[in-house]
């Protein structure tokens, strides 16, 4: 799942993925700011994983950022 915000013709994405393969693995939240650095965040549980990723957009969207249409 990709999520990228906007702000004053600026960039930044967020990617929501499966980390490995198979059963028993976890996930991985890897937010790329807009200089292109990045940082990565590990999850073993889905509901923490949906509660962080629900937090940076909130924090996202009350910063200025936004969605593009």
């Given at each position: 799942m990709?999520?990228?915000?906007e702000r004053a013709?600026?960039?930044?994405?967020c990617?929501?993925?499966r980390e490995?393969?198979?059963e028993g693995?976890g996930?991985?939240m890897?937010?790329?700011n807009?200089?292109g650095?990045?940082?990565?965040e590990?999850?073993?549980?889905?509901?923490?994983?949906?509660?962080?990723s629900m937090?940076?957009?909130r924090?996202l969207?009350?910063?200025g950022?936004r969605?593009?249409?």
């Amino acid at each position: 799942m990709l999520w990228i915000f906007e702000r004053a013709g600026r960039q930044m994405r967020c990617e929501i993925r499966r980390e490995g393969a198979g059963e028993g693995t976890g996930y991985e939240m890897i937010v790329t700011n807009e200089d292109g650095s990045q940082r990565m965040e590990r999850f073993d549980e889905t509901t923490d994983l949906i509660k962080r990723s629900m937090d940076l957009q909130r924090d996202l969207l009350e910063s200025g950022w936004r969605q593009p249409k």
